[in-house]
């Protein structure tokens, strides 16, 4: 009954197996028919075939992963570190636009000293939200890349398992 039971469950998961294609787009990830049709014999379950399915199984959940938790983390700790970096910058502006009319007082006043401390560290953080920028950039533009390589590793994976499905076939 348990060997039925896998059976009939490791056909209907072989049966519904996503195709992902290299140039796939979001629309195209959607869930195709990689076996393309139903197969009238009973399949032989070998440990190969096994393996071949835990390891589509993990291909498919590491892309799912990085496309829907790792990538979108990412992207919104960048956007708060941006957020972060220009409130920042805001408010070291509105300062140094308050010690303006303190300035003319001496050289060697204290609010000179915090105006130019102000200042330093407003050009510090301007920097860093330069770097941000880019990193954001950087991020969009390898996720493409990123996720192309998770879903050849699921097509690899697929492809393994579709191959061991045939040879079982061609067995019998």
Known sequence: MRTLLLTTGLLATLLAFPYASVMATEEAAKTE???GAVVAAPIVITPELVKAHHAYQLARLRWQQY???????????LDNEVRLNESEIHVLRRRLRDY?????????SPVRTAAENDRLALQATEQQLRLLKN????????????????????????????????QAGQAE
């Open 33 to 35: 028919d990689v076996v």
């Open 67 to 77: 496309r829907f938790v790792e990538l979108p983390r990412q992207r919104q700790l």
């Open 135 to 166: 990193e954001r950039i950087n991020l969009m533009r390898y996720s493409r890349q990123n996720g192309e390589l998770y879903q050849l590793d699921v097509l690899r994976t697929a492809q393994r398992v579709r191959q061991l499905v045939a």
């Open 100 to 108: 303006r009319p303190f300035l003319q007082v001496g050289r060697y």
